[in-house]
């Protein structure tokens, strides 16, 4: 019930419904599951409600297509980020971003979703917008906090080419693990997170 600028009570409209939050959670996960499993063109909403454990209904009540649905979690991984590395040097920082985002990207359901949804991004402008904004949001963020840290503590130039440096920092473990696709050697994570830290200290 709230209050009208005249002073009186009204009640909220007599259809407002109350979505409940672990039905959304549910609907959510299966979404993932349901990528993964069929690919973005085969998925549908009565195969992600009935991996949920719901109707259509309660899809459709949260997002009008499906469509928005994966706009909808693709924009949410930017909103969440990877934590920011704060171990005092760059390598270190850098080291710890490679071994959050390898353990990230080598779960089945992450490795099979991403290529799935760039591929689908090519012929999609508003996932591939979505996409974007999830990457730069997300991973650029923290590697840009990283350059950052490096620069106010002089391991870097302060007129670093930040766009290069972020580029250089997050573009060799993608493709090492999302484009190639090969298991990573041992000692690999600490390899490239000293070349990087080399590599941007020549920019």
Do not use: C
């Not at 409600?49 to 109707?55: D, I, N």
């Not at 920082?93 to 089945?108: F, G, W």
């Not at 972020?166 to 999302?178: A, E, F, M, N």
């Amino acid at each position: 019930m709230t209050e009208s600028p005249g002073g009186t009570r009204r009640r909220a409209p007599a259809g407002a419904a109350v979505l409940r939050e672990d039905v959304t959670e549910a609907i959510r996960a299966a979404v993932f599951e349901e990528l993964a499993a069929v690919g973005y063109a085969r998925m549908s909403i009565e195969g992600i409600a009935r991996r949920a454990g719901v109707g259509k209904t309660a899809v459709y009540r949260r997002w009008k297509s499906k469509l928005h649905l994966v706009l909808d979690l693709v924009s949410a991984v930017a909103v969440q980020g990877l934590p920011a590395p704060d171990t005092g040097s760059l390598e270190g920082d850098l080291r710890l971003l490679y071994e959050v985002t390898s353990r990230a990207l080598k779960h089945p359901v992450a490795g099979q979703i991403i290529p799935d949804l760039q591929a689908e991004a090519a012929r999609n402008p508003e996932i591939a917008e979505a996409l974007q904004k999830a990457l730069r949001e997300g991973q650029h963020s923290v590697a840009s906090g990283i350059v950052q840290a490096a620069v106010a503590r002089g391991e870097l130039r302060a007129r670093i080419d930040e766009d290069l440096a972020l580029d250089l920092v997050s573009g060799p473990l993608y493709w090492r693990s999302v484009v190639v696709r090969t298991d990573l050697p041992k000692g690999y994570l600490g390899r490239l997170a000293s070349a990087t830290a080399a590599g941007l200290r020549a920019l």
